[in-house]
């Protein structure tokens, strides 16, 4: 039976995650979005060159992955036979802005990472509070964390890095016993750790953690295996205007 397809014409970008490599040795993002027909929408997988960039609002043809059930998970048409062209497949439609990233956020945010959890929703976007970023130490690390968000094999371009960056945190209306304690797979993050050696730890100096003139959401998503353990996608983030 043929995948279920879908043609989405106002996908907005929210976050992409680190470089993956998959087992046929393609290497490969994962993207995600929201939908204001659809929902929520995780693509994967997609070139490292994709138009799929944070805000930009997108027209892209989807498919149904066999190997994911889960509701937001897609792939594009034609992905692994079409790959050297896939990103002709997408049309940028616009941009984001600003202000329509400010009157867009918080109205899709949830009360908490375990509410999602509990509706069986694989992707969203939370509020943190008492926010702090850390860096790990990736030996230390459960080896099921580090599962892609699709359920592929090990992120094998992260295990180039020592460490890993993580946020502990509150959600805004936190329903959670204890803080959540999550691994962070923004490609900003990355990219960072691959320009700067050896300054990692600025890393959260440069995402604003701690400084209360910005406004700050997560993106976050779960595993494909591991559904009750979810990852930190995307950081949004901007300067509330002053008072």
Request: proline share 7%.
């Amino acid at each position: 039976m043929a995948p279920e397809r879908r043609q989405i014409d106002d996908l907005i970008m929210l976050g992409r995650a680190a470089p993956d490599t998959l087992k046929d040795g393609r290497t490969t993002i994962c993207a995600a979005g929201y939908s204001p027909t659809h929902g929520f929408i995780r693509v994967y997988p997609t070139r490292l060159s994709s138009p799929l960039k944070q805000w930009s609002c997108v027209s892209v043809p989807l498919e149904r992955n066999p190997q994911d059930t889960r509701d937001e998970s897609w792939k594009i048409e034609g992905s692994k036979g079409e790959w050297a062209t896939l990103d002709s497949k997408i049309e940028v439609r616009g941009l984001l802005s600003r202000p329509e990233r400010i009157r867009l956020i918080p109205q899709l945010a949830s009360p908490c990472v375990s509410t999602l959890n509990e509706s069986h929703v694989s992707l969203g976007i939370v509020r943190p509070a008492a926010l702090k970023g850390y860096l790990s130490d990736r030996s230390d690390v459960d080896s099921t964390i580090q599962l892609t968000l699709f359920g592929g094999p090990t992120l094998k371009t992260k295990a180039d890095y020592r460490m890993q960056p993580r946020l502990e945190y509150r959600c805004d209306r936190c329903v959670s016993v204890g803080p959540h304690d999550q691994q962070v797979l923004e490609i900003g993050c990355y990219e960072w750790f691959r320009k700067h050696p050896g300054q990692e730890a600025k890393v959260f100096e440069n995402l604003h953690l701690d400084d209360p003139a910005y406004e700050k959401f997560l993106l976050v998503g779960n595993q494909a295996f591991h559904r009750a353990s979810y990852l930190v996608i995307g950081i949004i983030r901007w300067k509330r205007a002053a008072s």
